[in-house]
């Protein structure tokens, strides 16, 4: 079965420092890898879609990149703002289609 | 894209009433997942429906719970005789049917049982 880890569980900045968040996966047997953004009660909000062939994706501000051969992407946050405070997750689609979800990483941005 | 509509937002009830949930999914997406997620949990799947089938279902899917997406279009959840345990976050998310091609998920039905 697919395991997905987050590193660290929760991170504390201040405002302008640049972070890396870390997810690891057991089986590089994917067809993409997706990272989310959770404001506390609320739904999730997709970032950026990774697929298997790819090596990285940006978005303004965000870059997450993919290693599947060692089952490792990183989320890369630049000038990290307070809005960026959220809990963020990442999942992995697998054959079957199934997304299996990290425990995320609590992010606080201190201004 | 109108986005995926999840209602209620909310629901409190009383343990071992029934609550039924729904999903409208994004018109062009045939695919449609349930996710139920605890406090400082990831998501974890339930079941997907690829049109109006549905293709597969988690154990964690007890007997209580059934699914149904009719014609293909919206879903509804439905947990009979709740318990305490239920007491989660429900999210749908949907997609097209492709592998390559993420999810995008509404905001979410918070139960409380009580």
């Known amino acids: 079965k697919q395991e997905v880890t987050q590193i660290p569980a929760a991170l504390s900045v201040p405002e302008g420092e640049n972070l890396v968040l870390n997810c690891s996966f057991t089986d590089s047997a994917i067809y993409n890898l997706q990272w989310f953004r959770q404001d506390p009660g609320k739904g999730l909000t997709s970032l950026l879609l990774i697929q298997s062939s790819q090596r990285e994706q940006t978005s303004g501000r965000l870059n997450a990149s993919l290693d599947k051969s060692s089952g490792r992407s990183t989320l890369y946050i630049a000038a990290s703002q307070p809005g960026d405070s959220a809990t963020y997750l990442c999942?992995?689609?697998?054959?079957?289609?199934?997304?299996?979800f990290g425990t995320g990483t609590s992010l606080t941005v201190i201004p | 894209d109108t986005g995926v509509s999840q209602d209620p937002r909310h629901k409190i009830t009383k343990r071992g009433q029934n609550v039924t949930f729904r999903c409208d999914p994004i018109s062009e997406h045939n695919r449609l997942y349930w996710y139920r997620q605890t406090l400082g949990q990831g998501p974890e799947f339930l079941t997907y429906f690829q049109n109006e089938a549905q293709l597969e279902k988690s154990r964690l899917l007890s007997d209580r719970f059934s699914a149904e997406r009719p014609k293909g279009s919206f879903s509804t959840l439905e947990i009979q005789r709740t318990e305490q345990g239920d007491s989660a976050m429900y999210l749908c998310?949907?997609?097209?049917?492709?592998?390559?091609?993420?999810?995008?998920f509404g905001s979410g039905t918070r139960l409380t049982v009580v």
């Open positions: 999942a992995v689609r697998i054959p079957g289609n199934q997304f299996y």
């Open positions: 998310a949907s997609s097209r049917a492709r592998g390559y091609y993420g999810y995008t």
